[in-house]
């Protein structure tokens, strides 16, 4: 220790004027950074604090806006769901009108070709019943005008395949037996 002892005084004693002046600032510096470190804490509490404020005003006020908020977003869940509750039954509706739409549009289908049918069946039939009362009409006359020519005696010399009878039409004649078309007359 000797040593140290001995050197120190003579440290101390070499210092200049600079050294001191250096270490004067040093000292100033760092009492400055200390008094700049306590202004910095002593401002973040003072900020701190007021964030700490304006949170609880905040939470305070937004309380009634977040529970009106909650209160439409379940009101419109409930909408959305009652919309989407309609729009499934209007679908299904749909989906069943149109089927059965489909089947009556095929049963109509069916009856017009079942009418079409009958129609046809009642045509033909009237046809015939036509045609065979024209002849049966035409076998009357006939028998009745040869029944009056017998007892009359007197015969016509007109041939018969001149005369033709008015209420048959042409087009049928060929279709009433007995009853052929020639010419434009009739031939027994």
């Given at each position: 220790?000797?040593?140290?002892?001995?050197?120190?005084?003579?440290?101390?004693?070499?210092?200049?004027?600079?050294?001191?002046?250096?270490?004067?600032?040093?000292?100033?510096?760092?009492?400055?950074?200390?008094v700049?470190?306590?202004?910095?804490?002593?401002?973040?509490?003072?900020?701190?604090?007021?964030?700490?404020?304006?949170?609880?005003?905040?939470?305070?006020?937004?309380?009634?806006?977040?529970?009106?908020a909650?209160?439409?977003?379940?009101n419109?869940?409930?909408?959305?769901?009652a919309?989407?509750?309609?729009?499934?039954?209007l679908?299904?509706?749909?989906?069943?009108?149109?089927?059965?739409?489909?089947?009556?549009s095929?049963?109509?289908?069916?009856?017009?070709?079942?009418?079409?049918?009958?129609?046809?069946t009642?045509?033909?039939?009237?046809?015939?019943i036509?045609?065979?009362?024209?002849?049966t009409?035409?076998?009357?006359?006939?028998?009745?005008?040869?029944?009056?020519?017998?007892?009359?005696?007197?015969r016509?010399?007109?041939p018969?395949?001149?005369?033709?009878?008015?209420e048959?039409?042409?087009?049928?004649?060929?279709?009433?037996?007995?009853?052929?078309?020639?010419?434009?007359?009739r031939?027994?």
């Amino acid at each position: 220790m000797n040593i140290i002892q001995a050197t120190l005084p003579e440290v101390v004693a070499r210092r200049d004027a600079l050294a001191i002046a250096a270490d004067v600032g040093i000292v100033i510096a760092a009492l400055a950074i200390v008094v700049l470190a306590v202004v910095i804490a002593m401002t973040l509490l003072e900020f701190r604090n007021v964030l700490r404020d304006v949170r609880a005003s905040v939470q305070k006020n937004l309380e009634p806006v977040s529970t009106r908020a909650k209160s439409i977003s379940d009101n419109v869940e409930f909408i959305t769901e009652a919309v989407r509750t309609d729009v499934t039954t209007l679908h299904s509706s749909i989906r069943s009108l149109t089927d059965r739409l489909q089947q009556a549009s095929d049963h109509m289908e069916d009856r017009i070709e079942e009418f079409n049918l009958l129609m046809e069946t009642v045509q033909t039939e009237t046809e015939e019943i036509f045609l065979d009362t024209a002849a049966t009409v035409h076998g009357i006359r006939e028998s009745a005008k040869s029944m009056s020519n017998q007892g009359h005696q007197t015969r016509r010399t007109e041939p018969t395949n001149a005369r033709r009878d008015p209420e048959v039409p042409p087009e049928f004649e060929a279709r009433i037996p007995g009853y052929a078309h020639d010419e434009g007359g009739r031939s027994d």
